[in-house]
């Protein structure tokens, strides 16, 4: 099994990033979505989506700026992030359960002010 992440990097606060993540496995996916470590701070959830319904969790400091989406047919999650901020900056992992959990090797968002 393997998790392809893309689409980190720099931009500035009130900038938008869009994040995308594959996961390669004949397995069923029952969910994917993101997580985030930012400085100081442990991993926590910025987002996850049910492959099969699309039942959707955004952790609360992204409620309303971030949307999460996924093509199944492509078995790949997409993450929209608007109204970025500076204590969005950290590292996002892409996480997929497939019979097991799997993680990405995580990719920077950098946003300065």
């Known amino acids: 099994v393997q998790l392809q992440a893309s689409g980190g990097g720099q931009v500035q606060s009130g900038g938008s990033l869009r994040l995308s993540c594959r996961i390669s496995t004949s397995y069923s996916i029952v969910n994917m979505g993101w997580y985030r470590q930012t400085p100081g701070n442990q991993r926590e959830l910025v987002a996850t989506?049910?492959?099969?319904?699309?039942?959707?969790t955004y952790g609360d400091s992204v409620k309303g700026r971030f949307t999460i989406s996924r093509d199944t047919a492509a078995k790949t999650v997409f993450l929209q992030m608007s109204s970025l901020e500076p204590e969005d900056t950290g590292v996002y992992y892409c996480?997929?359960?497939?019979?097991?959990?799997?993680w990405g090797q995580g990719t920077l968002v950098t946003v300065s002010s």
């Open positions: 989506i049910m492959f099969r319904s699309g039942e959707i």
């Open positions: 996480y997929g359960f497939a019979g097991t959990s799997y």
